[in-house]
């Protein structure tokens, strides 16, 4: 019997709510690996994961028996709640809703790989709104100026 053969891999972006620089050097690399894990428990390949104080980057290959939607919604679902678990911010901590998801060709992994794995280096002289909106105009994604992550300057 055939099979289905796929090669689907995903740059997606998310954002702290309120974008507060809640994800602190103390605990980012469990929560990375923490993310990780949940790629994985989904089905999916983990390929990188790294961000920032106030938003996160993920690569991955994604199954065909899996929407973009779904899987992001599980990460954001399953990521907040483990944060939260773990004490980690006063109050509650959520996720901005929606992201941003980017394809990418395999011959393009190890750029985007090491693009995200040097976030810390790459915001000393960009802020995640430049990040942010290079991403989409690079890409060609129209979008709506009311509808991005909450943006703060400063």
């Given at each position: 019997?055939?099979?289905?053969?796929?090669?689907?891999?995903?740059?997606a972006?998310?954002?702290?709510?309120?974008?507060?620089?809640?994800?602190?050097?103390?605990?980012?690399d469990?929560?990375?690996?923490?993310?990780?894990?949940?790629?994985?428990?989904?089905?999916?390949?983990?390929?990188?994961?790294?961000?920032?104080?106030?938003?996160?980057?993920?690569?991955?290959?994604?199954?065909?028996?899996?929407?973009?939607?779904?899987?992001?919604s599980?990460?954001?679902?399953?990521?907040?709640?483990?944060?939260?678990?773990?004490?980690?911010v006063?109050?509650?901590?959520?996720?901005?809703?929606?992201y941003?998801?980017?394809s990418?060709?395999?011959?393009?992994?190890?750029?985007?790989?090491?693009?995200?794995?040097?976030?810390?280096?790459?915001?000393?002289?960009?802020?995640?709104?430049?990040?942010?909106?290079?991403?989409?105009?690079?890409?060609?994604?129209?979008?709506?100026?009311?509808?991005?992550?909450?943006?703060?300057?400063?």
């Amino acid at each position: 019997m055939p099979d289905t053969y796929s090669q689907i891999t995903i740059h997606a972006v998310f954002a702290v709510k309120n974008r507060e620089n809640y994800i602190t050097v103390e605990w980012r690399d469990k929560l990375h690996r923490y993310i990780a894990g949940i790629i994985t428990n989904k089905g999916a390949k983990a390929l990188a994961v790294g961000g920032w104080k106030d938003h996160v980057h993920i690569l991955f290959g994604l199954p065909v028996t899996v929407s973009v939607a779904d899987f992001m919604s599980a990460v954001k679902a399953n990521s907040s709640k483990w944060i939260n678990e773990q004490g980690y911010v006063k109050g509650k901590f959520q996720w901005q809703s929606g992201y941003g998801a980017f394809s990418f060709s395999k011959s393009q992994r190890d750029v985007v790989i090491k693009y995200i794995m040097n976030q810390e280096e790459h915001h000393r002289i960009k802020s995640f709104r430049e990040e942010y909106l290079n991403m989409l105009n690079d890409f060609e994604v129209d979008f709506d100026d009311q509808y991005l992550f909450e943006f703060y300057d400063g």
